[in-house]
């Protein structure tokens, strides 16, 4: 571990930068096992007449890790009080990783049969139905909206906006149902042209369709107008894929009656 070095802030004091012994003892007081603490790595000036010295942490499991014990003292006093001692991470050492909320871990699929996953009020991907486009509503108004809604049964609160249809179009557009995926690829048609192809309403329909062909992979999944797969309606095998007509049937009728015996 590198020694911790004197900051340049602040104009060390003698009596706390040197009171390595008084930090040790203090750390003595307050950790059990004595082996746990190891050498003076250095200090650092907190502020006037606040210091902190640094000592290695031997215990095990620590690695890294380094107790630190904060001294200051009056102004004209030679006393020594200490104001923490703490174990703290060094830079190498193995810390928990950093938090992170329940919504934002969410993946798509991690979902089970009774898990809830509300959408925020300010969801960008959604906008009142009633104003598509900016939403000049608070989160109050935007709660006696809905309830409106609800009870004269206008229909859906809120609708998918710019931003979320974006988003959408361009996770499927990435994904397995998109032009780029290795089936389509090797397809020897797009779905366009396929049959099997049930077209969407509003702005997506432009570019995406919901496969309905029960032999293909993508059935019932969105499918970009330029995906494909080998299942398409129209494709047809190339006379060398056909299979071969089976000869003429050939009936043996030699049998032991039909042989002249000598
Ligand atoms: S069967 Fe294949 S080509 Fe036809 S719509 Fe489905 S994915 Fe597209």
Not at 247 to 261: F, G, I, K, R, T
């Amino acid at each position: 571990m590198a020694p911790v070095r004197t900051t340049a802030r602040q104009k060390p004091d003698a009596v706390t930068v040197g009171a390595v012994e008084a930090a040790r003892s203090a750390l003595l007081g307050d950790v059990d096992d004595a082996s746990d603490i190891g050498e003076h790595l250095g200090h650092e000036v907190e502020g006037e007449r606040l210091v902190t010295h640094y000592f290695a942490c031997a215990r095990p499991g620590y690695v890294g890790w380094r107790w630190a014990v904060t001294l200051t003292r009056a102004s004209r006093q030679r006393t020594i009080t200490v104001d923490e001692v703490v174990l703290l991470p060094g830079d190498d050492a193995i810390v928990a990783p950093a938090w992170v909320p329940y919504r934002e871990r969410i993946r798509p699929g991690d979902l089970s049969p009774g898990d809830l996953l509300p959408v925020e009020d300010d969801d960008p991907r959604l906008v009142p139905t009633y104003s598509f486009g900016d939403d000049p509503l608070d989160t109050d108004e935007k709660a006696q909206v809905r309830d409106v809604a609800r009870e004269l049964f206008l229909g859906r609160p809120r609708t998918l906006g710019p931003e979320g249809r974006e988003q959408a179009a361009q996770r499927w557009w990435d994904g397995d149902g998109g032009p780029g995926s290795p089936l389509a690829q090797a397809a020897p048609d797009s779905c366009d042209t396929c049959g099997f192809l049930v077209r969407l309403n509003g702005p997506l329909a432009e570019t995406f369709g919901v496969c309905a062909n029960g032999d293909a992979n993508d059935d019932g999944r969105v499918v970009a107008l330029g995906h494909g797969c080998g299942a398409h309606s129209e494709v047809r095998l190339a006379k060398k894929h056909e299979p071969q007509p089976m000869p003429e049937p050939y009936v043996d009728d030699l049998a032991a009656d039909n042989v002249e015996s000598f």
